[in-house]
């Protein structure tokens, strides 16, 4: 029989889903939970006994969202869940951030999330790091990814840069064996990335020369998809195995 495991998402967008490694975590015998963010009110008092307890959760993933990690006064649950995500790491547990699940781990360990020079928007391709230890999470040389943000992380201390590109030199990172955040979004579905143009839409956020036309986004194929999937099962796999 498949050992069971607990997988728990920290989800900011209504309607995310738990993204395009669903049925790959299911596939390992993978129990998957959620706490919504985006569902509680603004003046919400949230506390920290709120979360599942650390010792029940075998796998954290923290997924992507519209609001910056700074922005703890518009958002005052923000400074619980990065409270949490220290007491989580503190166990040295596998945990993988997704671009603003990213920018909370680094930021949670002390590490600046800010604003970009450029924005990017829309798919681009990152490149595999130099000088990356061998025992490292195996990055390919260059992978097309879908990218949505207009602040990035800072490496955090100890932590080891995996990728990287002209427009936003840090793209990856590693934390030991067993923590992995992603500036991009290898998460992505096709029915996620609907949303994000619904929101850019209505918001109209993003500007610059890094930031593709919405219709040609619109455009993408199930083929832009995959790269972005299989490193991410693969990102699973590894943190698993720490």
Not at 139 to 164: C, D, M, S, Y
Not at 172 to 182: D, E, S
Not at 211 to 221: A, E, R, T, W, Y
Request: charged content about 20%.
């Amino acid at each position: 029989m498949m050992k069971k495991f607990n997988v728990h998402y920290f989800q900011h967008i209504a309607g995310e889903g738990f993204g395009s490694c669903y049925e790959h975590l299911k596939a390992l015998g993978a129990v998957i939970t959620a706490t919504e963010f985006f569902a509680l009110p603004t003046d919400y008092l949230f506390e920290i006994d709120a979360l599942p307890a650390v010792d029940d959760v075998d796998l954290l993933i923290i997924m992507g969202g519209p609001m910056s990690v700074n922005d703890e006064a518009n958002f005052p649950w923000l400074k619980v869940e990065k409270r949490w995500i220290r007491r989580y790491l503190a166990t040295s547990k596998p945990a993988l951030g997704l671009c603003l699940g990213g920018q909370l781990i680094a930021n949670a360990l002390g590490a600046i999330v800010q604003r970009t020079p450029q924005p990017e928007v829309g798919w681009s391709t990152v490149y595999k790091s130099e000088y990356i230890p061998a025992h490292c999470f195996k990055v390919p040389a260059e992978i097309r990814v879908l990218q949505w943000h207009r602040e990035t992380f800072n490496i955090p201390k100890g932590a080891i840069r995996l990728a990287e590109n002209s427009v936003c030199p840090n793209q990856l990172y590693q934390i030991g064996k067993n923590v992995l955040g992603f500036q991009f979004h290898p998460e992505i579905t096709p029915a996620v990335l609907e949303l994000f143009i619904e929101h850019e839409l209505e918001e109209n956020v993003f500007e610059g020369p890094y930031v593709q036309s919405l219709q040609s986004i619109k455009n993408s194929k199930k083929i832009d998809f995959l790269p972005g999937q299989q490193i991410l099962n693969n990102a699973i796999d590894y943190v698993l195995r720490a």
